[in-house]
């Protein structure tokens, strides 16, 4: 069974400052997906990354992939009030030549950003 | 395009009942996941629906089922409800079944409370 692990649980910040939001496991995925979670809503894709070492830039969010494939961030620069919300990794297996597998998902960062 | 689609927004039921809860897919999509979020154990992984088949299941009781339709509508039932089972639950919809390179669209999610 793969596990992911996100760290920290609770990030409470002000606006202004820098964050990074960890994503670990001791399993290789073929790709980690980054999702946002706002209070009554489902989560929305941000991100996928597939290959290892790959970093991808969402305007102030920034995404990387470990080289190993087991480990992934997600650093927000200058954090704004309309970044606070539920931040959830996910890890997917390419199972053989299917890709078929559900995605495993990690616990979750909850993020407040102060004005 | 809509969204994927949950309804009811919110549930309370009482132990020992059963409730239905459903998924209005994104039009062509053909598969359907269900997810329990809780503060406590994040998102879990239900099951997969695709084809009207069920594809991937997770480590629920036999409590929870679910079917899907021809036009890719999926319903999910849990019969003798617990406090335990009191929960947001999400549904998913992706074209094909899950795959590690391939975004979950998430509806809204169904609020239950069981008291």
């Known amino acids: 069974t793969q596990l992911l692990e996100q760290s920290p649980q609770f990030l409470s910040i002000q606006e202004g400052e820098n964050l990074t939001v960890y994503c670990n496991s001791s399993?290789?995925?073929?790709?980690l997906q980054w999702y946002r979670q706002e209070p009554g809503e489902g989560p929305v894709l941000l991100v996928t990354v597939v290959t290892g070492g790959e970093v991808k830039k969402l305007k102030r969010l920034t995404f990387q992939f470990g080289d190993a494939r087991k480990d992934s961030s997600l650093h927000i620069t200058a954090a704004q009030p309309g970044d606070t919300g539920l931040y959830l990794c996910a890890g997917g297996i390419n199972a053989g030549g299917t890709s078929y597998g559900k995605l495993t998902f990690g616990q979750g960062t909850i993020l407040t950003v102060h004005p | 395009k809509a969204g994927v689609t949950q309804t009811p927004r919110y549930l309370i039921k009482t132990r020992g009942q059963q409730v239905t809860l459903s998924c209005s897919p994104i039009?062509?999509?053909?598969?359907v996941s269900w997810y329990q979020q809780t503060p406590g154990q994040g998102l879990q992984f239900l099951f997969e629906?695709?084809?009207?088949?069920?594809?991937n299941k997770g480590n629920f009781p036999g409590r929870f089922s679910g079917r899907q339709f021809s036009n890719s509508r999926s319903e999910m039932n849990v019969s003798t409800l617990e406090l335990g089972d009191s929960a947001l639950y999400l549904c998913?919809?992706?074209?094909?079944?899950?795959?590690?390179?391939?975004?979950?669209?998430f509806g809204n999610g169904t609020r239950l409370t069981v008291t």
């Open positions: 629906y695709f084809s009207e088949t069920q594809r």
């Open positions: 039009s062509g999509h053909r598969s």
């Open positions: 998913a919809s992706s074209l094909v079944l899950q795959a590690y390179n391939s975004p979950l669209h």
């Open positions: 399993s290789v995925f073929s790709s």
